[in-house]
Every structure is written in structure tokens, then in C-alpha cells.
């Protein structure tokens, strides 16, 4: 069982990136998928959440109508598209799935997700 995030670099800020997060050992449509991540010297927070049937999305307001995460069952795949991007959204980012579906405020709480991906380097910088 394994995620695995891809994705990460640098870039200016106001640009783009797309993180990926490839899923194998297990039926990633079963399970509702969360996306991390860890500014240096902060805790791991939230980005964003959607549910196995991708009918319950919720994105933390530092990231609402910038960010939009997605998948791809056919191909195991979840995306984080993340737009408009700022130095503050410097962090590792890490996916995570989750064996149930998860309501609010239990989105983001970290001991709910059985799956963890090492997680890939985002850097927001001139």
C-alpha cells in the first residue's frame, strides 16, 4: 500500500502547480482523500478534502478559490491544482486517504487517515 506525492518545485509567486498523488495496493475509489501539508517550523494543517464520492469538497480558507483538488479512479490518481500561489504556501505537501467518509470538523483531523504519502516540496519564492 503506498502513496505517492509528485509535483513539488519552485516556483514565482502568483504561478502554478499541479501535485499529484499516485495511489497503488488499494481501490482509491473507496476512499476519501485529504491533502496536507507542512510550513517549516509549523504543524501539518489541512488544504483540502474531498470524499470517496467526491460529492463533499472543503478547502481551508487559505487556499479557497485557489486550490482545487481532484481525481482520477481510472488511474489512481489525486490532483491538488493549485493556483495563484504565495510564499506562505511554501511547505511540504502530502496526501492521505481515509477509509470512511469524514464530515465537519473532522476533515482534517490526521488520525483518521490510514494512508500517507512521503510528501512532496513546494517553495514559493522570487
Known amino acids: 500500500v503506498q502513496l505517492v506525492e509528485s509535483g513539488g518545485g519552485l516556483v514565482q509567486p502568483g504561478g502554478s502547480l499541479r501535485l499529484s498523488c499516485a495511489a497503488s495496493?488499494?481501490?482509491?475509489?473507496?476512499?476519501?482523500i485529504g491533502w496536507f501539508r507542512q510550513a517549516p517550523g509549523k504543524e501539518r494543517e489541512g488544504v483540502s478534502y474531498?470524499?470517496?464520492?467526491?460529492?463533499?469538497?472543503y478547502y481551508a480558507d487559505s487556499v479557497k478559490g485557489r486550490f482545487t483538488i481532484s481525481r482520477d479512479n481510472a488511474k489512481s490518481t489525486v490532483y491538488l491544482q493549485m493556483n495563484s500561489l504565495k510564499p506562505e504556501d511554501t511547505a511540504v505537501y502530502y496526501c492521505?486517504?481515509?477509509?470512511?467518509?469524514?464530515?465537519?470538523?473532522?476533515?482534517?483531523?490526521?488520525?483518521?487517515?490510514?494512508?500517507w504519502g512521503q510528501g512532496t516540496q513546494v517553495t514559493v519564492s522570487l
Open positions: 474531498f470524499n470517496s464520492s467526491d460529492t463533499n469538497t
Open positions: 492521505a486517504a481515509a477509509p470512511t467518509d469524514l464530515y465537519s470538523p473532522y476533515f482534517f483531523i490526521q488520525a483518521l487517515y490510514n494512508y
Open positions: 495496493g488499494f481501490t482509491l475509489d473507496y476512499y476519501a
